[in-house]
């Protein structure tokens, strides 16, 4: 059977094509596979991320003293079982051009003192719905000494602790000071029956120095 060239020819073309893809294509795969060689998949595992995530934040976190949470959580709280009373907003303040009513049968000043440092109360008055208690503080001390007065600790005579505010008081006494007056308000509504009140003053952050005045006086 004679074979016709056309027909011979498209074979020979055919399969020169074919072998020519197979080695094509194993040369490819060789190049690609060397070229990859070394990376891995990345770890993509939740529970991994998860625990990185929860150790950066576990080293961001700032530990607080206990003392000074226990103290801002106090000032804050009203343990006569009535529920706590909201605080006097900034424009519920005294209006320090109203008439001072009636001051109350205190025998003042009075005073306290502790490592050369003065504390007294020269005045007790109300006016409108607050109790107005006026003080002084001196340092007679060879250092300076700072006080914080969001814990300025105040009770009445059945133990409950009142929310109070200050204005004028410095936030630092330095060594050797004048004499420095300001004003402690305590709203009417949370003195309720109270008969005495009593004062605690500490330094900050040192919490040292102990000021303490009880059993004064308001009715």
Do not use: H
Request: glycine share 8%.
């Amino acid at each position: 059977m004679k074979v016709n060239s056309t027909v011979a020819l498209t074979f020979t073309l055919l399969a020169l094509m074919l072998g020519a893809g197979v080695l094509t294509g194993t040369w490819g795969f060789a190049q690609g596979r060397t070229a990859l060689k070394g990376i891995k998949q990345p770890d993509s595992r939740p529970t991994k991320g998860a625990a990185a995530k929860n150790t950066s934040t576990r080293e961001d976190i700032v530990l607080l003293k206990e003392e000074d949470v226990l103290k801002s959580v106090k000032e804050k709280m009203n343990t006569g079982g009535r529920g706590a009373s909201p605080s006097p907003s900034p424009s519920a303040k005294p209006d320090q051009n109203k008439p001072d009513a009636a001051p109350t049968s205190a025998k003042l000043p009075m005073t306290t003192q502790a490592s050369g440092v003065a504390m007294d109360v020269t005045g007790i008055r109300k006016q409108g719905e607050y109790l107005l208690l006026d003080v002084a503080l001196k340092n007679n001390s060879d250092q300076a000494v700072k006080f914080l007065y969001s814990f300025l600790n105040v009770t009445d005579d059945k133990g409950r602790l009142i929310v109070a505010d200050t204005t004028g008081l410095p936030p630092e006494l330095p060594s050797k000071s004048d004499r420095f007056t300001g004003t402690i308000s305590i709203p009417n509504s949370m003195l309720d029956d109270a008969q005495k009140i009593s004062l605690q003053l500490s330094d900050y952050p040192d919490q040292k120095l102990q000021l303490k005045m009880a059993d004064i006086p308001i009715k």
